[in-house]
């Protein structure tokens, strides 16, 4: 750094200290604006990551298949059970695991109840979806037609305040059907599934559909063969399950598609954060710009003698120019550190995973310079328009 710089940095920070209640009003200003900017984005960023995650523990090569009958079918159970297992055979298709939702609410032990959605399932389904157990075993193939289920981890949570301690071994009733529990879910994130697995009573695909009013199988989750891509998995399903006019309507839906469906909506998310922040840091771009005006007028004297002195108009103008881009450059740093405590706050209060943007915090301290040069530009060039003379005189 040469000494015309140094010198031109100490005279800005001086004027700076000089006038210290109006610095540190623009310096709030700043920071305010420069901490909203990077506070969220850095949180828009996190919820796009939490949400992503959720989708990404099923792993990227799950598909959902929706299937739907058109109003007035002649035969609404079209497709069976081992149908949707048939799906395994395609090319594409590593594994397939249907299952039919009812709902209703269940009583355990005759003492808690609660509203639950009641799942029909293949033994393949736990491994799909990632489904692990606390106590006790999954639904196996070997169930078949049995009165077994698995409950999920809520349902397992409302009875235990009831007072029922070992729930494997209990009954459990849903819509006047009794059942046996065989074992208790862990916690389990919801992510593309269809259902809420912690509010959920899981029993054989098989037994269901003999006690379901509505049995036909609308859902399928199917795992993808290696190096399969789930455009053409999609089209394979497709016209595997297409039947004529009375058959159904399929739609799938593949993690890697939701997923960049999702990248976009968050993309979306942040630049309307990002724009939101930005009015404040504008607001405090005038309040730098209203500092810089004032200390123009109180210093005309001394830019008189500077010019009179032989200082040039671009000298008095980049004197200005520092001391505005100074002042918006500090209060960008506050502004980072501020984002960043906010941020760790929100993380903290949510249980989300504590990051940080650094495009966000670059950003911030880009646009504080840039405001700096922007709002003090107007000041600065006033100030190096001044009439020495007149200056000298006071006016």
């Known amino acids: 750094m040469t000494r015309l710089a140094r010198a031109n940095l100490k005279e800005a920070a001086s004027s700076l200290l000089a006038g210290r209640q109006r610095t540190l009003l623009a310096l709030i200003g700043i920071a305010v604006g420069v901490g909203s900017v990077v506070a969220m ?90 489904l692990k157990v606390e106590s006790g075993r999954h639904i196996s193939d070997l169930d078949h037609r049995r009165y077994f289920c698995v409950v999920g981890s809520e349902v397992a949570a409302v009875a235990r305040a009831a007072g029922i301690g070992r729930i494997v071994g209990e009954s459990v009733t849903v819509e006047g059907v009794v059942y046996t529990a065989v074992g208790v879910l862990r916690r389990t994130p919801r992510g593309m599934r269809r259902f809420d697995a912690d509010r959920a009573v899981i029993i054989p695909i098989s037994t269901a559909r003999r006690v379901f009013t509505w049995p036909e199988i609308r859902d399928i989750t199917a795992r993808m063969s290696e190096g399969a891509h789930h455009v053409a998995a999609a089209r394979e399903i497709g016209d595997y399950f297409r039947r004529g006019p009375d058959g159904p309507v399929v739609r799938v839906e593949s993690a890697e598609e939701l997923i960049e469906r999702m990248y976009e909506q968050m993309r979306l998310f942040a630049l309307l954060l990002g724009s939101v922040g930005s009015i404040s840091l504008f607001v405090g771009g005038i309040g730098v710009m209203n500092v810089m005006l004032v200390s123009v007028t109180e210093r005309r004297l001394e830019i008189g003698i500077r010019r009179a002195l032989g200082a040039r108009r671009a000298d008095i103008q980049s004197q200005f120019l520092i001391e505005s881009v100074m002042l918006s450059t500090v209060g960008g740093l506050i502004g980072i550190g501020a984002g960043v405590a906010a941020t760790w706050g929100i993380c903290e209060f949510t249980g989300w995973t504590f990051r940080v943007s650094t495009q966000a915090m670059g950003l911030g301290v880009g646009v504080a310079g840039a405001a700096g040069v922007l709002f003090g530009f107007s000041p600065a060039y006033q100030a190096a328009r001044l009439d020495p003379v007149a200056a000298l005189r006071g006016r």
């Open 41 to 130: 984005m850095s949180v828009g960023i996190i919820v796009r990551d939490e949400s992503l995650s959720k989708f990404r523990e099923l792993g990227t090569d799950i598909l959902s298949v929706s299937l739907r009958y058109a109003e007035g079918a002649k035969d609404r159970s079209v497709v069976t059970t081992d149908d949707a297992l048939g799906l395994a055979a395609l090319p594409t298709i590593a594994r397939a695991a249907p299952y039919v939702i009812s709902h209703g609410q269940a009583s355990l032990a005759g003492k808690a109840v609660l509203e639950v959605s009641v799942i029909g399932a293949t033994a393949a389904m736990a491994d799909l979806n990632k």
